[in-house]
């Protein structure tokens, strides 16, 4: 069935570090592809999406590209900063939405 | 615009119980999904709804079941409370129906504690 696997955490890094978590993914045809973000004690917020092959989302400093030929979404940020701490899910969707156990980024100052 | 509420923010049941979960969407989303974050896990898909009528299901055992009202708010009702019932119950919303790819935004989730 269709599945997204994600980088195991945790993830530590010094303010203003690059960042990349890395996602793939499983799945017949062309799902939509997203990732969410998670503070502690809250919901799920959208961060960025991409609907299609070679479409690349962005959002507040965050990009991901959509790469079919490596089934990959994997999320960067060139400067990370404290306030980025929180817990980050991939997820697709295509017709239900599955999403990826989630990555734990801790940013130190 | 006000997003997506739910209630209670939190619940502690015992064994045996039955709790009601509620959800109200996003002003204009007839779409309604239900989902459930273990601790430490991702959430996993549990129903969708979409005009009142149930479009798909996760693999969760029959004491869960949900509706959706005239209004899309919905209710999700578990019975027979179990201990690894426990988790962060979430509820989205969307425009789209099922299959059609759409943007789910998330609510803050209702806790729930069985004990």
């Known amino acids: 069935g269709d599945s997204v696997t994600q980088m195991e955490g945790p993830v530590t890094l010094s303010e203003e570090a690059f960042l990349t978590i890395n996602c793939t993914y499983t799945?017949?045809?062309?799902?939509?592809l997203f990732w969410y973000v998670q503070y502690p004690g809250e919901g799920l917020q959208l961060l960025l999406k991409?609907?299609?092959?070679?479409d690349k989302g962005s959002n507040k400093g965050f990009e991901a590209t959509y790469r079919k030929e490596t089934t990959s979404f994997h999320l960067e940020k060139g400067s990370v900063q404290v306030s980025d701490s929180a817990v980050y899910f991939c997820a697709l969707i295509k017709g239900d939405m599955r999403f990826g156990a989630g990555t734990r980024l801790t940013v130190k100052p | 615009d006000a997003g997506v509420t739910q209630s209670p923010t939190h619940l502690i049941k015992t064994r045996g119980q039955h709790v009601t979960l509620r959800c109200s969407p996003i002003?204009?989303?007839?779409?309604v999904s239900w989902y459930q974050q273990v601790l430490g896990q991702g959430p996993q898909f549990i129903f969708q709804?979409?005009?009142?009528?149930?479009?798909g299901r996760g693999n969760f055992p029959d004491r869960f079941s949900a509706r959706q009202f005239p209004n899309y708010s919905s209710e999700l009702n578990v019975n027979a409370l179990l201990l690894g019932d426990s988790a962060l119950y979430l509820c989205?919303?969307?425009?789209?129906?099922?299959?059609?790819?759409?943007?789910?935004?998330f609510g803050p989730g209702t806790r729930l504690l069985v004990l």
């Open positions: 709804y979409y005009e009142k009528e149930e479009r």
């Open positions: 991409a609907t299609k092959a070679d």
């Open positions: 002003s204009g989303h007839k779409s």
């Open positions: 799945a017949t045809g062309y799902p939509s």
């Open positions: 989205a919303s969307s425009l789209e129906d099922r299959g059609q790819a759409g943007t789910q935004y």
